[in-house]
C-alpha cells in the first residue's frame, strides 16, 4: 500500500480542475434542461432547481463520463448517466441536511433553513424520482440492454446508499461508542463510496465498453478513492477555511461517528468518556461551544486526526494501485490522466 509521503509527492495535475470545469458544466447543463417549469413554481419547482444551480464539485458525474471515454466511448453516450447521477446525489443532500439539522450548504443555506422542512422533502423526493428521465433517456443512447442494466447498477448503488445512511444515523441515535474503524470503513464504503466513485465507475465501463467489460475492480477502486475523500471531508469539516461550503466542526456537534471521534472515544479515559457519552447524547441539547473546543482538544492530544489522515493517505496509495490493474491496459487519454489524478486531487480540494 502507498504511504502518505509518496502520494503527497504527486500534485494534481491540471488535467483534473480542466475536466472537472469542463464535464461539470455539460452535466448542469443537461440537467437545468431536465427540470420541469410550471406550478407550483416557488413552492417546488424553484426549490428542484436550488442545489444543482449552486454548483458543487462535479466529481461523480464527470468520473462516469471520463470513464466511459476512457472504454472508448463518446461523452455524449455518457451525459444522460451523469446526469441521473448528480440529480440522485442533490435529492439526497437535500435530505442528509434535514437528517443532520445542517444550516449550510455550498456556502449558503440548506433548502429546509429557506423554505421549511416540509416543502424541502418534498423538493428532495421530487428530484430523486425525476432521476429516472434521464435513465429512460439512456434507452436510445446505449440501446436497451445496456440502459437496463444502468438501471440495474443504479437501483443496487441506491440500496447500498440507504444502508450506510441508516447505518451512521442509527449510531447517532444509539450514541454509540465502541465503533471500530472497520465499523466506519463499512459505513462509508456504503453511503459515500457507491454513490460518489463505484456507481459512476461501473456506469461508465459500462457504457464505454458496451457491457464487456468487468465490473468487480471498480468497488475495490472506488472504495479507497471514495474513503479517502469522505475522510478528507470529515477533515475538513474540523479545519475548513472560508471556501468550505459547511460549518466548521458542524461533524462534531451534530454527533457524527467520523475516524476521529471513534478513535477518541477509544483512546479516552473512563471519566472522558463518561462526559464523551453525556455531550454526545441525542436526547440532550447539542454540543455548546466549550464542549466542541474540549472534543476537538482531546482529538489532538490522542493524535485522532493524524490517525485518520495516515489512514486516508494508506487508502489513496491503494486506489493508485487498483487504478493501474483496471486502466493500464488502455490506450492513454486525457480522461485517464483526469481518474489518476483524483487520488491526489482528493487531498487538495477544500
Not at 36 to 63: F, V
Not at 340 to 346: A, F, N
Request: proline share 5%; net charge neutral; with cysteine.
Amino acid at each position: 500500500m502507498q504511504g502518505a509521503a509518496s502520494v503527497e509527492e504527486n500534485r494534481t495535475p491540471s488535467v483534473v480542475r480542466e475536466t472537472l470545469a469542463e464535464y461539470g458544466a455539460l452535466t448542469r447543463s443537461a440537467l437545468l434542461a431536465h427540470l420541469p417549469t410550471g406550478e407550483p413554481k416557488r413552492h417546488l419547482y424553484d426549490l428542484l432547481a436550488d442545489y444543482p444551480q449552486r454548483g458543487g464539485k462535479m466529481m461523480r458525474s464527470s468520473l462516469c463520463i471520463a470513464t466511459a471515454r476512457a472504454f472508448g466511448a463518446p461523452a455524449e453516450q455518457a451525459l444522460q448517466s451523469a446526469v441521473a447521477i448528480e440529480m440522485l446525489h442533490n435529492a439526497l443532500l437535500v435530505h442528509d441536511d434535514i437528517q443532520d439539522g445542517s444550516e449550510q450548504r455550498r456556502a449558503a443555506p440548506t433548502l429546509h433553513a429557506l423554505h421549511g422542512v416540509p416543502l424541502a422533502l418534498n423538493a428532495g423526493d421530487a428530484l430523486g424520482l425525476l432521476s429516472l428521465r434521464p435513465l429512460v433517456a439512456n434507452i436510445e443512447l446505449v440501446g436497451s440492454r445496456v440502459a437496463l442494466r444502468i438501471v440495474e447498477e443504479t437501483e443496487r448503488m441506491a440500496w447500498e446508499s440507504a444502508e450506510g445512511q441508516a447505518m451512521e444515523l442509527g449510531w447517532r441515535r444509539d450514541n454509540s461508542n465502541d465503533l471500530t474503524d472497520a465499523d466506519y470503513l463499512t459505513m462509508v464504503l456504503k453511503k459515500t463510496c457507491w454513490l460518489a466513485t463505484i456507481h459512476p465507475s461501473r456506469v461508465g465501463a459500462l457504457i464505454g465498453s458496451r457491457g464487456r467489460a468487468p465490473l468487480e475492480p471498480f468497488i475495490r477502486f472506488g472504495f479507497f478513492l471514495g474513503a479517502a475523500f469522505q475522510i478528507q471531508d470529515d477533515l475538513l469539516n474540523l479545519v475548513a477555511d472560508p471556501s468550505y461550503g459547511k460549518e466548521l466542526n458542524g461533524d462534531l456537534v451534530e454527533g457524527k461517528r467520523t475516524l476521529m471521534l471513534n478513535h477518541v472515544l477509544r483512546q479516552a479515559t473512563p471519566a472522558q468518556r463518561t462526559r464523551l457519552a453525556r455531550i454526545l447524547d441525542p436526547s440532550r441539547q447539542p454540543p455548546h461551544a466549550g464542549q466542541v473546543t474540549w472534543l476537538r482538544g482531546l482529538m489532538d492530544n490522542y493524535g485522532s486526526v493524524e490517525h485518520a489522515r495516515g489512514i486516508a493517505h494508506g487508502l489513496a496509495g491503494a486506489a493508485l494501485h487498483e487504478y493501474m490493474g483496471i486502466y493500464d491496459a488502455l490506450p492513454e487519454s486525457r480522461d485517464k490522466q483526469f481518474i489518476r489524478g483524483l487520488v491526489t486531487w482528493v487531498f487538495e480540494r477544500t
